[in-house]
């Protein structure tokens, strides 16, 4: 069965303090990870999609990358517009014969920024 | 493009009453995808659709739940016999294409049971 572990939990950061998210996952093969942002209330927003170990995206303050068993998330110089849930998800590949596109999310690391 | 959208936003039921969700995707997606989500955990899988045909259901989706996407555009989730353990945030979410494309979330439905 496919499992994504997220650390830390929660995370406090001065603004400006950089840091790193780790997600760290099991799948029978993968075929994407994702990450997204998720503000109270509201639905998460997606990130990146890495397919590969090696692949880096960036957006803005945020880099994403990928081994082969685990993610990171890093932020570069924190604004607390930056607080919020970011959650790890990773789709793995059919099996033969089969399809599968649902997504097995981590519980979230809780990121907090302080100005 | 208008995002995905869920209607109602929040739903409070008393036990054992049946409450219908509905998701309209974001047009020209032809995968649609259901999760609850309850406090401090992530989102799981329910149900997914392509176009009008149900292609998979978790195991957390009791008799009481079915869903619905009847000409391949908005879907309905309906739990009926509604219990405490139900109270969650239904997501539903959308995508397009083959591979592993992301998968674009509504603003989700709350729904309290009493």
């Known amino acids: 069965e496919d499992q994504v572990t997220q650390s830390p939990e929660a995370l406090r950061l001065q603004e400006g303090e950089s840091s790193s998210l780790n997600c760290s996952y099991t799948?029978?093969?993968?075929?994407?990870l994702f990450w997204y942002r998720q503000d109270p209330g509201k639905g998460p927003e997606f990130l990146f999609t890495l397919y590969s170990a090696g692949e880096e995206k960036e957006k803005e303050r945020l880099k994403a990358t990928l081994t082969k068993k685990e993610s990171f998330l890093h932020i570069t110089a924190p604004k607390p517009e930056d607080s919020a849930t970011y959650l790890c998800a990773v789709q793995a590949r059919p099996n033969s014969g089969g399809s599968n596109y649902k997504l097995t999310f981590g519980k979230g690391t809780l990121l907090t920024v302080n100005p | 493009d208008t995002g995905v959208s869920q209607d109602p936003r929040h739903k409070i039921t008393k036990r054992g009453q049946n409450v219908t969700f509905r998701c309209d995707p974001i047009s020209e997606h032809n995968r649609l995808y259901w999760y609850r989500q309850t406090l401090g955990q992530g989102p799981e899988f329910l149900t997914y659709?392509?176009?009008?045909?149900?292609?998979?259901k978790s195991r957390l989706l009791s008799d009481r739940f079915s869903a619905e996407r009847p000409k391949g555009s908005f879907s309905t989730l309906e739990i009926q016999r509604t219990e405490q353990g139900d109270s969650a945030m239904y997501l539903c979410?959308?995508?397009?294409?083959?591979?592993?494309?992301?998968?674009?979330f509504g603003p989700g439905t709350r729904l309290t049971v009493t």
């Open positions: 659709f392509q176009n009008e045909a149900q292609l998979e």
């Open positions: 799948v029978s093969g993968l075929r994407g």
């Open positions: 979410a959308s995508s397009v294409g083959q591979g592993a494309y992301e998968q674009y």
